[in-house]
């Protein structure tokens, strides 16, 4: 009995590997970055390194524990959001436009396969770029890495998942915390307007909101 139980064990630990590594991944020089179309306009709008609540905040996670249950850190992740100028340039750019012109923000979030390398990624990134600059700085310039991309449409937010690892690398050593952020991203509602992400970088702490301000 217990020689079936470790064969069922094993099975399942080489399942839940198999899934963890069988991303594609691809050199950071090959793989998509993100897509404008021909709202050229738009690469010019900013957008800024999230803080750790804000990330939270902005996957309507609470950031404290809940019914015992903490909310996951994603010590692993690094995100970028608009600034405020970008998202008010977006209705802006909509309303001059007749409609034409595009109101859709995106954000980037790149989950590292270790702390360590996240640590060491953030200390040569900017804070704050251009959109435009994204895939230059951010994707192209992680030289000897490689990354696997999701992309998700949720309403006026487009969410670009990447999850990078040094070329070599074998499997996803921070694959929980890409399997939780894809899953709260793919349940997520439809953003009908950018509540979420309106608070201002210089505010003292940002408060969980319940998913009031989501569509529903």
């Not at 950071?28 to 957008?47: D, M």
């Not at 996951?72 to 970028?80: D, I, N, Q, R």
Request: proline residues 5%; contains cysteine; charged residues 20%.
């Amino acid at each position: 009995m217990d020689q079936k139980e470790h064969h069922k064990n094993k099975k399942k630990k080489q399942k839940h590997n198999h899934q963890t590594s069988d991303f594609s991944f691809k050199p950071s020089s090959h793989v998509k970055g993100l897509r404008f179309g021909g709202q050229l306009l738009v690469k010019s709008f900013t957008v800024r390194r999230a803080r750790p609540l804000e990330l939270l905040r902005l996957l309507s996670l609470p950031p404290l524990a809940t019914h015992h249950k903490p909310s996951p850190g994603f010590h692993s992740t690094t995100a970028f959001l608009p600034t405020n100028f970008t998202i008010l340039a977006h209705h802006a750019w909509h309303t001059l436009t007749l409609g034409l012109g595009t109101k859709k923000s995106k954000v980037a979030l790149f989950v590292f396969e270790s702390e360590n390398m996240k640590v060491a990624v953030d200390r040569i990134w900017p804070a704050e770029m251009p959109l435009g600059e994204v895939n230059r700085k951010l994707i192209r310039g992680l030289t000897g890495c490689e990354m696997a991309r999701f992309k998700f449409r949720k309403g006026c937010i487009t969410f670009y998942v990447y999850a990078v690892r040094r070329i070599g690398s074998l499997g996803f050593s921070c694959g929980d915390d890409l399997r939780v952020i894809l899953e709260i991203v793919v349940a997520l509602n439809d953003f009908l307007d950018h509540t979420a992400m309106l608070a201002m970088p210089n505010q003292r702490s940002i408060n969980f909101a319940t998913p009031v301000a989501m569509a529903h």
